[in-house]
């Protein structure tokens, strides 16, 4: 009993902050929106002081309290917490039109919930397990988004030079037909072009279900070591 009621206070600051990490996306994404009016920005406004005050005690409480600090500082989860709070102190008196790009970053604090569910940690010891195999996979689809943008290329541009103009133009269709999306706004007409696009599509097709696959394997590892 006494145990239990020892863990009663880390969980309610555990769930506290996942409370306050949803509520700054949704903060986040009303910030987005046409028309709202000046209190109700300064109410955000607010809200996103409060929120990166909470995050900054969080982070800091944690380096304190690590046994490790350099190890929690370059861990996954450190990294995080640091991006997470850092877009705030970047834009304080700076021209935030400049500086725009890294207050997307404000959306790392969704990874944040990683750390309170045993099931995103499952998945990120999975992604451990597997992350050689990840990064061959990773270089042999961009290596075969390439050959297919030079291939479909020099089919396509004599009969089309306005729609595969180089083969970075054909990287998109490239990617949109590996994936299997097909978006068909840029689409192959000659004869060799078409046959092509089927041999690439056939092609798509495993490299769609091969992460699947890896992911499941080193799903099923990560659990084993659990137990």
Do not use: C
Request: net charge positive.
């Amino acid at each position: 009993m006494k145990n239990q009621f020892q863990r009663i206070p880390r969980r309610v600051i555990d769930l506290f902050i996942q409370l306050m990490i949803v509520l700054s996306i949704i903060e986040f994404s009303i910030e987005t929106l046409p028309d709202i009016s000046n209190e109700t920005r300064r109410l955000l406004s607010a809200f996103e002081i409060f929120s990166v005050t909470v995050f900054t005690i969080e982070y800091i409480a944690r380096v304190v309290f690590s046994k490790d600090k350099k190890a929690f500082i370059f861990s996954f989860f450190g990294i995080v917490d640091l991006l997470a709070i850092l877009p705030f102190y970047l834009s304080t008196g700076l021209d935030l039109r400049s500086i725009r790009a890294f207050r997307l970053l404000r959306l790392i604090r969704i990874l944040k919930l990683a750390r309170y569910s045993k099931a995103m940690k499952r998945l990120h010891l999975a992604f451990m397990i597997a992350k050689e195999e990840i990064v061959l996979f990773t270089f042999v689809s961009l290596l075969m988004i390439y050959l297919s943008g030079v291939g479909i290329y020099y089919f396509e541009n004599p009969a089309q030079p306005d729609s595969f103009k180089s083969i970075f133009h054909s990287l998109w269709w490239a990617v949109a037909t590996l994936t299997t999306v097909g978006y068909g706004d840029i689409y192959p007409i000659t004869v060799g072009g078409k046959i092509f696009t089927f041999l690439i599509l056939i092609v798509g097709l495993g490299i769609v279900s091969i992460p699947a696959g890896i992911v499941a394997s080193a799903l099923s590892k990560a659990r084993e070591m659990e137990d």
